[in-house]
């Protein structure tokens, strides 16, 4: 196998450090990540200016080539598909922190495998709690590349990627679930600069509620959470009634 290993925390992170090294079992592995933190920049892909892509040895992935871009994780993985072989699955992370229910929605690491899912490969996110008091990303890659193998001996359905979210603690178990309705209650704090003028940091205060079944419920109980999410957006259910709520509309 070939795998692409991204992520959104950089290049320099131990996570993905971690997940390039446990790759190493299932073949030939290439790393392409951002050179810096693109940690919520949610699928952006960069349009109007240049990308760098430069190969970096002082990452520490030894003879495992790396190569860092000044781009987005989805920049990370289009450039690393174009330039350096279509891959045969591409796993991004281990996140620093979970990426649960509506996270989803503005996570860089579920981004880069997004765009590797959208691009028809096998694709995983990686993203580990850490409200513990240890990071234990050896763990985690433990569990990846079991994952990981699964995944590239039976495949995953067009369209489809799997969100996969590792306990603070030592995982009991593997479980599949659904999302959740976890999100963060977004705060705007207000300061001044040394001149006088305002400025904004948008924060946030994690919520949801602990439906038996979700990835929220899991991680909470020490398993490790596997869901399949769909790139098909469609509210299918919800085709019929929107025929007939607009059923002679017209301007």
């Not at 979970?98 to 028809?120: K, M, Q």
Request: hydrophobic share 45%; net charge negative.
């Amino acid at each position: 196998m070939r795998i692409l290993v991204s992520n959104d925390d950089g290049i320099f992170s131990p996570g993905i450090k971690a997940l390039g090294l446990a790759m190493r079992a299932l073949g030939e592995v290439f790393v392409v990540a951002p050179d810096m933190e693109q940690s919520a920049v949610g699928h952006g892909i960069t349009v109007r200016r240049p990308l760098r892509f430069k190969h970096t040895q002082s990452a520490g992935f030894g003879e495992i080539p790396a190569y860092r871009v000044d781009g987005t994780p989805a920049d990370c993985v289009v450039l690393g598909v174009h330039l350096l072989g279509r891959p045969d699955l591409v796993v991004s992370g281990i996140n620093l922190g979970v990426n649960l229910g509506l996270d989803l929605t503005h996570s860089g690491t579920v981004a880069a495998a997004l765009e590797g899912a959208s691009l028809g490969i096998p694709s995983i996110a990686f993203s580990l709690d850490t409200s513990g008091e240890i990071l234990d990303f050896q763990e985690a890659a433990r569990w990846a590349l079991a994952i990981a193998r699964a995944v590239g001996e039976r495949g995953l359905p067009p369209g489809v990627l799997l969100n996969v979210n590792f306990p603070a603690s030592r995982p009991k178990g593997l479980l599949v679930t659904r999302l959740s309705t976890h999100r963060f209650e977004d705060q705007v704090v207000e300061r001044l600069d040394p001149e006088g003028k305002p400025y904004y940091w948008i924060a946030g205060t994690p919520a949801g509620e602990e439906e038996e079944g979700t990835d929220l419920w899991a991680v909470r109980r020490g398993y490790v959470s596997v869901t399949p999410v769909s790139l098909d957006l469609t509210a299918h259910g919800f085709l019929e009634a929107l025929s007939g709520l607009l059923e002679g509309v017209a301007p």
